[in-house]
């Protein structure tokens, strides 16, 4: 057994049950349990995290068939062996568990061992900003179904930075543990995860054996919504390709928090919140960049230097993280060393490692429909800083509804935005992307300006 894997096996001994002090009540093995352990009612809720009344509730028999995560965390807080974690088990799920009586039928397959899963990535250290978003994810609540909320943004926003973050923040409110699922929608060299996969693995991560996970993807996602139906469980399903994805993977229970990231706006999901994010505001680029590079290595730039650079980084998170691994791997350099050559080629500055504007950029460009990306080559190479339909559809010799439509589909995957409506911009560094592709690719540069 390890921190993040607590196991309680259900699967019960013939002996145990025989043995005289299965006859007794939960309530009576609790009791006989805290006694020995020497632990008053309010110290085994504070060893627990249950509530006092709870523990009173259960001793008392109050309290029937409680939640087998209440069950788990008194096993643990009473120190139980491996026998009496199975009596306990036992006898929290009632009478109707004897097999003098015969077990009840079930609807669900129980887990063979109930698991709690951790998953979450680590928390990012020098997690900067986001503060209203933050807010707005702890407060969404749905009463009666599971929350689902879509973050959503452009290659390297920061989605999966605030998705985790906001998960660590609210882990505790989600006792049946954390899943984290990377669901590869724009991943170098990978396929989009089947969700048939991703079910298998969520199921798994809950506890199911392998054995008992159907084949068929409607019987799997049925099977994932019984088990979390009365958990309470935080999923994030980072980097989703589209809806289709992660329809089969939403939970329906009340206490379940689905956190789905994407580049793609997933309006077609029902019941779900959507968060856009945008760039940074200049001050928090500006705090990133100095939190990343270390205090002590800017101490020295004016802070005109370090706007300018955190600017010219197009206030993107992964541009503002990859500058500052790449001042901090040449020590000779200086704040302003490193704005001036930004200034002449910044993404082939920005790449380093495995992590590259470019290539991030690629990936989304690579999802287009073949129309889609002769549109982008063709707006981003041809259109001024802002842009209307009128001035799209011109530039494409196309008419002004097609436009509107091929524009739509541009700023759902975020490669464009809108600053006002139907005005419409590149980003710098998409912009940036644009001219690097038709260099790299003349036949394509062609036939960009001659479309
Ligand atoms: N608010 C933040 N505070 C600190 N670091 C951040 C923040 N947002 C993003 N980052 C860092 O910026 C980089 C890019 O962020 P992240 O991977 O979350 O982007 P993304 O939007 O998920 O990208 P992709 O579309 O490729 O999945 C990461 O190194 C991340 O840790
Ligand atoms: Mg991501």
Redesign the pocket.
Known sequence: MNDNHVRLTTSLPTEVIRCPEAELSLGALLRRWRGRALLTQEQLAQRTGLNVRTVRRLEHNVLQQPRITSILLLAEALELDSEERAMLAVVARGPSASPERGEPEETCPAPAAVTIPRELPAD???????KHELTALSDYQNANTATVIA?D?????????????AAHLLSSRFPDGQLFVNLH??TRETTPVDPRDALARMLHALGIPDDRIPGHIDDRAALYRSVVADREVLIVL??AADEDQVRPLLPAGPGCLLIV???RRLIGLDDTRTLS?DV?PLE?AVA?FT??VGREHVADAPAGVLTETAERCGR???A???AAVRLRARPTWGVRHLLDRLNDDRLSELTTGR?SVTA?LD??YQRLSEDQRRVYRVLGSQAGTEFGVDEAAAMQHTTVVRARRQLDQLLDVHLLQEPAPCRYRFHDLVRDHVSALLRRTPCEAARANSA
């Open positions: 990012v250290a020098a997690f900067v900003g986001r973050i943004g452009m290659a390297g926003v920061g989605k999966t930075a605030l998705a985790v973050h929608g724009h980072d980097n990231t994407s580049r994010l940074l928090e990133l939190r990343m993107l998170p992964l503002i993280h990859i992590h991030a990936l989304s």
